[in-house]
């Protein structure tokens, strides 16, 4: 198993430029989600997903878009990228035994 | 809306000296997680506590739940440099009836260095 995967590492994106952000398990888990860590804080949670086809905000959604059409993938959407959305995303799955994290995407938009 | 208090958020240790790292929560929960995280990393998961007075240790560090207090530490004993890092409690609420996912919600994290 890999876990959780997440593509790219490392991202600049100017100013109004979209990308998304991948995400993937090979775990077979329902819940799904995607945070957000700033500099000197804790993981904010942007949108989860409970399974397939299934999605709803977090704490800080605004400017994302996310879709479940597969229990693998959870992909982040990010449409008019802006210097506030400077940040390191991380992907989760969770069990009953706990959370598992992706390595993270290290996003700067200048 | 849940809060997450950890403290101190920064902890500057000798080695070989003990301190206990403190994570208050604000609502009911289920369960609670402590997490380790170097600079540039992931997180890595060291304990999840799940019931009122759950002990669990692991090395130098023991974490502990006190849910009536709504209150959880992190003790590190003789601590060593390899133990330099940031660590993170998050709380996953009790789920009510109706209720929606399980989620977690983090402290601002505990920044250690441990000094030679």
């Known amino acids: 198993n890999a876990g959780v995967t997440q593509t790219p590492k490392f991202r600049i994106l100017k100013i109004g430029q979209s990308m998304t952000l991948q995400c993937t398990q090979d775990m077979n888990h329902n819940y799904m989600y995607w945070y957000r860590q700033d500099p000197g804080m804790g993981l904010k949670l942007i949108y989860y997903s409970v399974g397939a086809g299934i999605t709803d905000k977090g704490e800080v959604p605004n400017g994302y878009n996310v879709s479940r059409s597969t229990t693998e993938d959870f992909p982040l959407r990010l449409e008019l990228a802006a210097p506030s959305q400077t940040s390191v995303y991380f992907c989760?799955?969770?069990?009953?035994?706990?959370?598992?994290f992706g390595s993270g995407t290290r996003l700067t938009v200048v | 809306e849940l809060k997450v208090e950890q403290n101190p958020l920064f902890l500057s240790m000798q080695e070989g000296k003990n301190y206990t790292i403190y994570c208050n929560y604000s609502t009911t929960s289920d369960r609670l997680y402590w997490y380790r995280q170097d600079p540039g990393k992931s997180l890595e998961s060291l304990f999840v506590?799940?019931?009122?007075?759950a002990v669990k240790q692991e090395g130098r560090l023991m974490a502990s739940l006190d849910t009536k207090a709504r209150l959880s530490t992190l003790h590190i004993t003789a601590a060593v440099h390899d133990l330099s890092a940031t660590y993170f409690c998050?709380?996953?609420?009790?789920?009510?009836?109706?209720?929606?996912?399980?989620?977690?919600?983090f402290g601002k994290g505990t920044k250690l260095s441990v000094i030679p």
């Open positions: 989760a799955s969770r069990t009953n035994y706990g959370y598992t």
């Open positions: 506590l799940l019931s009122n007075g």
């Open positions: 998050a709380v996953e609420p009790r789920r009510g009836s109706g209720a929606g996912s399980y989620q977690l919600t």
